[in-house]
């Protein structure tokens, strides 16, 4: 049996474009104060820097360290990759959701919206992979049955999920 997909996991499969492209998108958020600090511990304790340094680094080299780490917490993973999604692809996002027929605005799920019908994963994230470059649909679909395996269940076993 596979191992679950976990956020920390797909940190580690992601290209070093892709996180650097996280990070900056995490280190940019304004509202990743508490995740920010946890990552500034992580940088610390992994590049023998001391937490003051790390805050004072400017936030393209914050990313950039941030970027090489090895591995992250679950947590803080999860955090980075909806950045990364909520920064960089946006139009995939809300791609997928049309073709699910989720309302959405651009590419956030709304607060009322029903939940995706598990019969049409295969032919939106079909119609996904047929626009947009194959590691970022898989990225895009991993993330979400990360997030909430329950919704997002059916797309465990579809193609377009391999890495």
Do not use: C
């Amino acid at each position: 049996m596979p191992d679950p997909i976990t956020p920390s996991r797909l940190w580690k499969r992601m290209t070093g474009e892709q996180r650097l492209q996280a990070a900056r998108a995490f280190w940019n958020d304004e509202q990743a104060a508490e995740d920010q600090v946890q990552a500034v511990m992580l940088i610390s304790q992994h590049k023998k820097f001391r937490p003051k340094t790390v805050l004072s680094l400017d936030p393209d080299r914050k990313a950039k360290h941030l970027a090489s780490l090895p591995a992250l917490t679950d947590g803080l993973a999860a955090r980075v990759l909806i950045l990364y999604h909520l920064a960089e692809q946006r139009p995939m996002m809300g791609a997928f959701l049309d073709a699910l027929s989720i309302p959405h605005e651009n590419g956030l799920i709304q607060d009322d919206a029903p939940a995706p019908e598990p019969a049409r994963m295969g032919s939106a994230a079909a119609a996904l992979a047929a626009q947009f470059p194959a590691s970022h649909v898989s990225l895009y679909l991993n993330t979400l049955l990360s997030q909430d395996p329950q919704a997002w269940g059916a797309l465990s076993d579809l193609p377009q999920r391999q890495l």
